[in-house]
């Protein structure tokens, strides 16, 4: 069996190409955590919506797909219980679990589980397959984040959707496809050694 075989199976993340170990699997969950944190700084307001742009939800589907969704999991969770002890690396600084946007980061916890069950069962492969886990991923976010928005600051869910998902679109689609070629680039690239 070759190298590129042996790499690219399923069964297997990007962060199982690592030798394992309980200080690996440690460091990957710390390092996930603090990559969301510090992905979730790159914000935007969004006029008229409560709910920035960040790249958070790019970090957190990616930590999700390269860890796997036991680690991707503990990772979120770290970086939730974190940000809701006082830690200021949710989107803007801020901490809490009061703002209106916290579903969302309640939504990436799910959805790191998700996208890293898909991976390991190979979804991070292939261009498609990856825009498709993206995708889901994204989708579990919003069916998270846009009800947690509408109770928390007494939306109608039709607002809560024009004010926490449709401005979103088109910067997800670029997410997607960002992981489109950075995923299965990176199996490529293992796949060489």
Request: charged residues 10%; hydrophobic residues 55%.
């Amino acid at each position: 069996m070759s190298t590129a075989t042996a790499t690219a199976r399923p069964g297997r993340v990007l962060a199982d190409l690592l030798p394992a170990s309980r200080t690996r699997d440690i460091a990957l969950v710390l390092g996930g955590a603090v990559l969301t944190g510090l992905a979730a700084q790159l914000s935007v307001p969004v006029p008229g919506s409560p709910v920035p742009v960040t790249g958070q939800t790019f970090a957190a589907l990616l930590v999700g797909t390269a860890l796997g969704a036991r680690r991707g999991f503990l990772s979120l969770a770290l970086y939730a219980v974190a940000g809701v002890a006082g830690v200021p690396w949710f989107a803007e600084g801020g901490s809490g679990a009061g703002a209106v946007s916290f579903g969302y980061v309640l939504g990436m916890l799910l959805a790191s589980a998700a996208v890293g069950a898909l991976a390991r069962r190979g979804a991070d492969r292939s261009p498609l397959r990856t825009a498709g886990t993206m995708i889901l991923g994204e989708a579990v976010i919003y069916a998270v984040g846009v009800p947690y928005l509408a109770q928390a600051a007494h939306l109608s869910l039709s607002q809560a959707v024009a004010a926490g998902l449709t401005p979103f679109l088109i910067g997800d689609a670029l997410k997607a496809a960002l992981a489109m070629g950075a995923l299965p680039a990176a199996w490529k690239l293992t796949g060489r050694r």
